[in-house]
C-alpha cells in the first residue's frame, strides 16, 4: 500500500486505459473523473497549465516532483476559470511561501470541482505513456476498486467524440484595446481573433505589440470576420482533435488570400487543413516549457512552450519546390531516409518549399530537435504564417514572443516580417 495513505485523508484512485491503476490522496474536489492523459514537463507555472482552454477534457501530469509551492494567483490566470479533466502529481504543497500567493493550490482545485490526485510515482507513470501513447485515464474517490474503474476507463468516450472548442470558446465576442497596454506610442491595427480556446496571455501578446484585438466565437464565419475589414486575423490554440472541425478549417481557407492571417497550436492546425494537409496524433504529444525548436530561417533555437497532440504532416501538403528547397539532389535525399523526420533540413540549414494545391508555395519554418516534428510554416504567396507553439510565456521562455512582432509586420506589408533577430531585437 502506498504508505502516503495513512491518516484521515481522502482516497483516490487513478486507472489507465491498459489496466495500470495507482492509489494516491485526493487533494481537490471529490468525486471522479474521465479524460485523456498526458503529462506536463513545465518545472513552474502549474496554475497557467490548469487554466489553460487547450487541455479541455485532459487529466494532467506533472512530471516536476513537487508542485503547489508557490501557491495560486489571480494575475495568473488564463481564462475566467479551469476546463482540464483532472490533475495528477506527485507531492502537493499546502503550505506554500511566495508573496503573490493568494491561496493554495488545493483549495483552488476544490473551488473549481477539478479532481486531483497525488501520491502517484509520476516517473512510472510518464514513462509508461511514453511507451504505450496517450490514453484515457480516470481519478476516482468514490470507485475505489481497480477492475471497476478501468472497465469504466475503458467505456469511457475518446476525447475525438466532443468538440472541446465550442466548450471552452468565448459565447460572445468582446475587445481589447491595445492603445492601454502599450509601453511607447504606436499605431494601432484593428485584428479578429477567433477564439477556439485562447489564453490570455496570447491576447496580452498581440495587444502588446500595437494590435487591437475584436474576439470572436469559434464558429464566426469567413464572411463575418471580413466584413468588419479587420487589418489582420488570428487564429488562437484551442483543445480537441483538429480533424473534427472541418467547418473551422473550411472557413479558414476562405481568410487565406484575403487578409493577413497569423495561427499558432490549434490555428496553425486549422491553417495547414485548409492548405490540404493531413494531420497526424502524436504518440504522446508535446507539453511542456522545455521544448527546443530551431528557426530554420535563421538558425537559431528557441526554447518554447507547448501543449498540442496532433501534429502537421507538412509533405502532405504537396510537392517539393527542389529550387527553393536545396536542390533536387536534397529532396531526394530525403526521400531516401524513408522517414518524416525534418532534423534533416534543420542540419543543412535550409527551409524546404512544398508546392499547395491552392495557396502556393508553403515553406517549412521551424522544426522539433526532440522529434523531428513540422512547428511552423509561411505562405510565400499568400500574407500567412503559423506555429504549432504558444509563443506567449504563460508558462514557459520568452524566445518566441518576436512571432507577435512579425504579425504586425505582415499586416504593415513587410515582406521580411519574419527576419528578427531575437537576441537584439533586430534583423539578421
Known amino acids: 500500500m502506498n504508505p502516503l495513505l495513512a491518516g484521515d485523508a481522502t482516497r483516490a484512485l487513478l486507472a489507465l486505459e491498459d489496466g495500470t491503476t495507482f492509489e494516491g490522496l485526493s487533494v481537490g474536489a471529490t468525486g471522479e473523473t474521465f479524460g485523456e492523459l498526458v503529462f506536463n514537463t513545465s518545472m513552474s507555472g502549474y496554475q497557467e497549465v490548469i487554466t489553460d482552454p487547450s487541455y479541455a477534457g485532459q487529466v494532467v501530469a506533472f ?27 506527485h507531492d502537493m504543497c499546502h503550505t506554500p511561501n511566495n508573496w503573490r500567493s493568494e491561496g493554495t493550490l488545493p483549495d483552488f482545485l476544490a473551488e473549481h470541482g477539478i ?5 502517484v510515482d509520476t516517473r512510472e507513470l510518464t514513462l509508461r505513456v511514453r511507451d504505450a501513447g496517450t490514453m484515457r485515464c480516470a481519478i476516482s474517490t468514490t470507485d475505489l476498486d481497480p477492475a471497476s474503474l ?15 472548442v465550442a466548450r471552452v470558446s468565448t459565447p460572445e465576442p468582446y475587445e481589447v484595446s491595445a492603445k492601454v497596454n502599450l509601453d511607447r506610442p504606436r499605431k494601432t491595427y484593428k485584428v479578429i481573433a477567433l477564439d477556439c480556446g485562447e489564453k490570455r496571455g496570447i491576447l496580452r501578446g498581440l495587444v502588446g505589440v500595437g494590435l487591437d484585438v ?4 469559434w464558429d464566426t464565419t469567413a464572411e463575418e470576420i471580413l466584413a468588419a475589414r479587420p487589418d489582420g486575423v488570428f487564429l488562437s490554440n484551442g483543445p480537441g482533435d483538429p480533424r473534427e472541425l472541418p467547418s473551422v478549417y473550411s472557413e479558414v481557407t476562405k481568410l487565406i488570400g484575403k487578409a493577413p ?5 490549434l490555428g496553425h492546425q486549422m491553417i495547414s487543413q485548409a492548405a490540404g494537409a493531413a494531420i497526424e496524433k502524436l504518440p504522446y504529444g508535446h507539453h511542456g516549457g522545455n521544448q ?8 537559431m533555437v528557441e526554447v518554447t512552450a507547448q501543449n498540442h497532440n496532433y501534429g502537421l504532416e507538412y509533405q502532405t501538403i504537396g510537392d517539393f519546390v527542389p529550387e527553393f528547397s536545396g536542390g533536387q539532389e536534397t529532396v531526394d535525399a530525403f526521400k531516401a531516409t ?42 510565400l504567396d499568400q500574407p500567412c504564417f503559423s506555429v504549432q507553439y504558444h509563443p506567449e510565456a504563460s508558462p514557459g521562455p520568452h524566445d518566441a514572443t518576436y512571432l507577435f512582432e512579425a504579425f504586425r509586420r505582415l499586416i504593415e506589408g513587410d515582406p521580411d516580417y519574419l527576419a528578427i533577430d531575437v537576441r537584439e531585437g533586430r534583423r539578421f
Not at 479532481?115 to 501520491?119: F, P, W
Request: net charge neutral.
Open 292 to 299: 527546443p525548436v530551431m528557426n530554420l530561417l535563421s538558425g
Open 214 to 217: 475584436r474576439v470572436v466565437p
Open 63 to 89: 512530471t516536476y516532483p513537487q508542485i503547489g509551492n508557490y501557491g495560486v494567483c489571480a494575475e495568473d490566470m488564463q481564462s475566467t476559470g479551469t476546463a482540464l479533466a483532472g490533475v495528477v502529481v
Open 150 to 164: 478501468v472497465a469504466r476507463v475503458k467505456a469511457s468516450p475518446s476525447i475525438s467524440d466532443t468538440n472541446w
Open 115 to 119: 479532481v486531483a490526485i497525488e501520491g
Open 338 to 379: 524513408g522517414t518524416a523526420d525534418w532534423r534533416f533540413w534543420s542540419e543543412r540549414r535550409i527551409a524546404p518549399v512544398v508546392q499547395s494545391k491552392d495557396f502556393g508555395r508553403i515553406r517549412l519554418t521551424h522544426v522539433n530537435l526532440n522529434d523531428g516534428t513540422p512547428e511552423g510554416i509561411q505562405f
Open 261 to 265: 492571417v497569423f495561427g499558432i497550436c
